[in-house]
């Protein structure tokens, strides 16, 4: 049983941006000193079709001393909360307008399905708009009296400085925007750096920036790889850094910003887990199983790649499984039907592939799928479903990154659970069942920063983050905003004669 393939569909999209030689520096694209390029590949054919600076380190010297000149002497970060809130309501207008270029430059970069990237304009406005609407929580005075009464403390919120922004290539402008959003309207100026071949889409959020009238010098961007992103993270001029990607790279990040002193949010990887408890209706978790298992060819640091099921429907739930992944089309991610579409790199494609041998190696059982799909361009996995997978196999312990979900079986909720926490990371997770007081006692119990009960999604308004190997601190929400402020206490008597 295999998926519906249309590989090799032919294609005919132009974007507005192809070959970039500059930089976004003080309000104007400058040309970049660096003579280096990073081929931008279309993951669907292999083929290059524009390419971005490797930017020098005069570039990010001059971004930073872009960032640091608005921050200081501008009128940005002494603007109100509320006067950067109507800006940033004004750049999600200016997003949206210009949904459809950056789709299309977003599904040539990383073959993200058209169906999901038609809709980061829209996530990304909701996200500025979210964000625009917490301006109060920045202007509300906070007085808090001293215990033993007489005098108050004044808890200021301020701007950190330039922040440096490292977004990865899955979801390259929603995880820039879920960043830039709170650093702007905490009066913060920031340096986007995304990933080294996603570098064009996020051109389309700075245009709107530019549009929406921000002073120049308080967004900047540069392009470039892994050196260039150290030279970010470690640039004197930096006040905070926040980094979505790979565990590893968030390591070295956090060893940096350690050693430094610097604040950093870090969102890195996850391995979760989707328990089926013995009442789940079946019907229901198949139409949310792709979004919340495999969404984005699996390409997706949240999602609930192992699925945890009890042995009394373990063949149930292998079949069901495997039928849903099975009918969902895979190919050309600018068919409109396309569910799964490549990997976004020859690397990602050798890593999924490598998995796929250590599975049967370990004595995983392939029900569909299983392998590369026999194409002569482009780096398509077939999507896959590996049943008796045990806990001590290579693909119930790692991050995959790719359409591959394994499925586990348990005897009891105890071992469930027990199952689910036995991960190094803990971002997210999944619990499915018809009775709602048993679905959130077992999601009480998973040592993770999220739980969906019979789904799983994003709230703008609620704070998203790892445990343990999947990073520190968070996004969205209030809490995700306090992570680009600095705090500040002042004392003061409550009447002339008070001293404390």
């Known amino acids: 049983m295999t998926a519906t393939s249309t590989v090799g569909t032919s294609r005919n999209h132009t974007p507005r941006w192809t070959h970039a ?39 990010v010297d001059a971004a930073m001393s872009a960032a640091d000149r608005a ?9 109100t909360p509320s006067e950067r809130a109507g800006l940033l309501l004004r750049v999600a207008d200016e997003v949206e307008a210009r949904a459809e270029e950056m789709a299309v430059t977003n599904t040539l970069e990383n073959g993200s399905p058209v169906s999901e990237t038609r809709g980061a304009a829209a996530n990304a ?25 007489g005098a108050e403390s004044v808890v200021r919120r301020e701007p950190l400085g330039p922040c440096v922004l490292i977004a990865p290539w899955n979801f390259p402008i929603n995880l820039m925007v879920v ?36 002073p120049p010098g308080v967004v900047n961007l540069v392009t470039g790889g892994g050196e260039v992103g150290d030279r970010l993270v470690r640039h004197p001029l930096t006040a905070k850094v926040a980094f979505t990607g790979s565990t590893p790279v968030g390591r070295r990040i956090a060893a ?40 984005n060819t699996g390409q997706t640091c949240y999602i609930s790649t192992r699925v945890l099921a009890p042995s009394a429907r373990y063949d149930e739930v292998v079949d069901m499984v495997t039928r849903t992944v099975a009918a969902a089309p895979q190919g050309d991610p600018f068919d409109e039907a396309t569910v799964f579409g490549p ?56 991050e995959i990154f790719g359409p591959v979900v394994s ?24 619990v499915f069942s018809t009775d709602p ?6 999601a009480e119990r998973m040592d993770t920063g999220s739980v969906g009960l019979n789904f799983f999604a994003s709230n703008h308004d609620a704070p998203f983050g790892g445990r343990h190997d999947s990073g520190l601190g968070v996004e969205y929400g209030i809490e995700g905003l306090s992570q680009y402020v600095a705090y500040k206490t002042i004392h003061r008597p409550r009447d002339t004669g008070a001293r404390e």
């Open 179 to 214: 960043k830039l959003a709170p650093a702007l309207l905490a009066g913060n100026t920031v340096v986007m750096k995304p990933a080294p071949g996603t570098s064009l889409s996020i051109r389309f959020v700075v245009e709107a920036c530019e549009a929406a009238g921000l």
């Open 407 to 430: 499925i586990l079986r348990y005897d009891d909720v105890d071992e469930a659970v027990a199952l689910a926490n036995d991960t190094s990371f803990g971002l997210g997770g999944l």
């Open 125 to 149: 406005a909701g996200i500025l708009r979210h964000v625009a609407g917490l301006a109060s929580w920045l202007e509300d005075d906070d007085v808090r009296p001293f215990p033993a009464g």
């Open 21 to 59: 030689d500059d930089v976004y520096v003080d309000g104007v694209w400058r040309g970049s000193t660096s003579s280096a390029r990073i081929p931008q590949v279309d993951p669907a054919t292999g083929l290059e079709w524009g390419s971005v600076p490797d930017a020098s380190a005069e570039d």
């Open 71 to 79: 921050f200081r002497s501008g009128d940005w970060a002494t603007s």
């Open 437 to 442: 007081e048993a679905a959130l006692a077992v």
């Open 343 to 398: 990997m976004a790199s020859q690397a990602q494609f050798d890593v999924v592939r490598d998995f796929l041998d250590s599975a049967r190696a370990e004595g995983a059982r392939v029900t569909t799928g299983g392998g590369p799909v026999d194409t002569d361009s482009g780096w398509f996995i077939e999507p896959t479903v590996l049943a008796d997978v045990t806990p001590d196999m290579r693909v119930a312990r790692e």
């Open 256 to 295: 940096a910003c350690g050693e430094l002193l610097r604040p950093v949010t870090l969102e890195l990887g996850g391995k979760s887990s989707a328990i089926v408890l013995a009442d789940a209706d079946l019907e229901q978790m198949s139409s949310v199983l792709i979004r919340s298992c495999l969404r």
